[in-house]
């Protein structure tokens, strides 16, 4: 295993970080105890978060038009760490509250933080509809392979052969690739990228962020406690440059080089990314001015009593 010292991640040491002291409303942070394990890697993902708030602003994206959904799991911890309008949903739920928010306010920035067994698991039917309706949010799913919350189970994205407590002989299914049923569902943005390696990770995040679509960034996250991938994911993992993101066919076969498993090579980068109407932006052409909200939630409300 190669040395989690020497990864580019905080918590790598005996030590928990804290998170930094407040400055003031616009600091990045918040004064909750960071409670992840030393060497995960959620640091590396919050770490690049810290930096994205102040350059989402400067593409028109102020703090206060940013809204971060969570689901449960050690990924939804991260709602807790940033000093941003933040909800915590129930599990496998990230995408319809996202989406909710999203259709009562157009103009705000929605995105949603989920775990791979949050995600793909509970959550698989909501995020294939998301896609379909092609609804303008973002979804960073921090994939570590394991239900690490709950210590040890497999989830879809586990290899075969996984053994944890669900599966001690070993699991016997195939992992899924949700990058495919993405794609296939009508994602509008598709990308892998890799908790080490912040400036991937940040551009890769920014990209998926400011493309108006639905948009999936698949985050190999390393469990270092339950499913420690440094080494396997260090050794594979490569930066695509040769790829065309306009061709579903060519996105298609590149994702599945790899099928979450194996001794292939693991492309980091952006897949698929393309331009269509999204769900949300029928909602942004009503007239609010034309009715009164606020009497119309007293009139249902009275009639529910």
């Not at 996202?98 to 995105?111: C, F």
Request: net charge negative; hydrophobic share 35%; proline share 4%.
């Amino acid at each position: 295993m190669s040395d989690i010292a020497d990864l580019d991640i905080s918590g790598a040491g005996s030590r928990r970080p804290q998170p930094a002291v407040m400055e003031g409303a616009a600091a990045p942070l918040t004064y909750a105890e960071n409670t992840w394990c030393p060497g995960c890697g959620n640091f590396g993902i919050l770490n690049v978060w810290k930096t994205l708030i102040d350059e989402l602003a400067d593409n028109g994206v102020p703090r206060e038009r940013i809204v971060v959904v969570a689901g449960i799991g050690c990924h939804a911890k991260i709602a807790d760490y940033l000093n941003l309008n933040t909800f915590y949903s129930l599990h496998g739920r990230t995408v319809p509250v996202a989406t909710g928010i999203k259709l009562g306010n157009p103009e705000l920035t929605v995105i949603a933080h989920a775990g791979d067994g949050d995600c793909y698991g509970e959550g698989l039917e909501h995020m294939l509809f998301a896609a379909k309706r092609n609804i303008d949010i973002s979804l960073m799913v921090h994939d570590n392979g394991v239900y690490a919350l709950t210590t040890g189970q497999y989830t879809p994205t586990s290899p075969r052969g996984f053994r944890g407590k669900s599966t001690p002989g070993g699991s016997a299914e195939q992992p899924i690739n949700p990058l495919e049923l993405a794609v296939a569902g009508g994602a509008t943005f598709v990308a892998r990228s890799y908790s080490r390696g912040a400036e991937r990770l940040r551009q890769t995040m920014l990209d998926a962020v400011l493309h108006r679509g639905f948009s999936l960034v698949d985050i190999l996250q390393v469990c270092a406690t339950f499913n420690n991938l440094y080494s396997y994911y260090n050794e594979r993992t490569f930066d695509m440059d040769d790829n065309d993101p306009s061709s579903r066919t060519d996105a298609l076969n590149r994702i599945g080089e790899w099928t979450y498993g194996g001794d292939g090579r693991i492309a980091l980068g952006t897949f698929y990314r393309s331009e269509a109407d999204t769900f949300d932006g029928v909602f942004r052409d009503i007239d609010r001015s034309s009715f009164d909200r606020e009497a119309a939630v007293r009139d249902l409300l009275a009639r529910r009593v």
